[in-house]
């Protein structure tokens, strides 16, 4: 990975709608989202990947009135990711994830699976219990996923813009997510830059000495 290519370039603000994002490319991609870590593994999230035309009409018509400048953005991407996150964890969910592991072997040792369940347990309650934040603490999980998904794609040759400007409510209510347990966090638009709109002028940041405190 060239990390001085990537220091030094501008998110993507206009793809190029004449190219497509090779299956086997996007294919590599979404095994990698799918693998990346969430906290105690609750991996509190379902993925839309839009990779219609109508998949993409329906998303950007439904951003939401003050928000129609992303829709240019997602009808020319190649593709565009909706990243979910639920609402809360019912005790399906994490007896699912428990099921999973041991069918995975994750803890080979019987006795130690049954203390990491016991300990993600105690974990969660004091998410719902103590702190009352749990569905803020999945959405960050939700966006370390987007951060390391975003140096992946880098990685494969590809541009990838997070987006907030949306509205959850009018996404949620298109793809019927609510339905589901899940709201909708972010999306990720995936694809190419457009050659003649690429942003050249340099990168401003603050300086070293305003960002790091060596101790």
Do not use: C
Request: without cysteine; negative net charge; proline residues 6%.
């Amino acid at each position: 990975m060239n990390l001085d290519k990537l220091m030094n370039k501008h998110l993507t603000r206009y793809f190029d709608p004449s190219k497509t994002i090779p299956e086997e490319t996007l294919q590599q991609l979404l095994r990698f989202l799918r693998s990346t870590p969430s906290s105690v593994n609750v991996q509190p999230n379902h993925f839309y990947v839009l990779a219609t035309p109508e998949g993409k009409e329906r998303l950007a018509n439904n951003l939401g009135e003050r928000f129609q400048d992303n829709a240019e953005k997602i009808l020319n991407a190649s593709h565009t990711i909706i990243l979910t996150t639920r609402a809360d964890v019912p005790d399906s969910h994490i007896e699912a994830v428990f099921t999973k592991e041991r069918a995975d072997g994750r803890f080979p040792d019987p006795s130690k699976q049954e203390l990491w369940e016991s300990m993600t347990r105690d974990f969660l309650n004091l998410r719902n219990y103590s702190y009352k934040d749990v569905n803020h603490w999945m959405e960050k999980q939700t966006y370390m996923a987007v951060g390391l998904t975003m140096m992946a794609a880098a990685e494969l040759g590809l541009e990838a813009t997070p987006l907030e400007g949306f509205d959850p409510t009018s996404v949620d209510k298109a793809f019927k997510i609510r339905e589901t347990g899940h709201s909708t966090t972010v999306l990720l638009a995936l694809g190419y830059p457009d050659p003649e709109r690429v942003y050249t002028s340099p990168i401003s940041r603050f300086d070293t000495d305003q960002l790091f405190t060596f101790i």
